[in-house]
């Protein structure tokens, strides 16, 4: 049996071996392979931003996880949606010195095995941001109690993205990660409640 890893990719790296890394993708979000092909040209686009950075999980050689971002910027077509969504006192606070975790995702059959929380601590711990910040599928995944773990509050709930039905949390969190949130509560972010699903 293989020994699980994780890795640091160059965008190059990440380039190469996409349809992999986007299979994993499509397969964590429940989504079609066609969807998956393209997004796969987003990730191309992003891999090329000059403060881009990438880890990867892999099984021996295959890839089992992938987590990339980048610094959020207005232009940027996730960026502007979720400025929208947000109150001018929470878009000063958190988007102008923001890191955009644009994906993470684990293969269904490899979660529960912290490789999620492995690639994001190793994604965020280098970069020179003040705030990591990403939307997330609403409802009691892996992954919102992976963001609950982590220190990541409220920003918008049950946001609707163009091209998803579905509707999404939009999360930030202090860095480094386990920073204290109350300048996040000052900001006006609403803090989780005994349940661990933040209020809208």
Known sequence: MSALTVEVWSGAQL???MPEAMAVYAQAMGYAPSVADQRGGF???HSRYPDFECRVSLDGNAVVGIA???GSRAGQWWHDAVRRALSAEIARAWLVDAFELSELHVLPS?????LGRL???SLVAPIPHAAVLLSTPEGPTRAFSLYRNLGFVDLARHHLFAGDSRPFAVLGAQLPLGAS???ASRAGASQPDERGAGRA
């Open 43 to 45: 990730a191309a686009s």
């Open 181 to 183: 949130p109350s300048d």
């Open 15 to 17: 380039r190469e071996r």
């Open 110 to 114: 490899y979660q529960g095995r912290r």
């Open 119 to 121: 690639m994001l601590e």
């Open 68 to 70: 990339y971002g980048y």
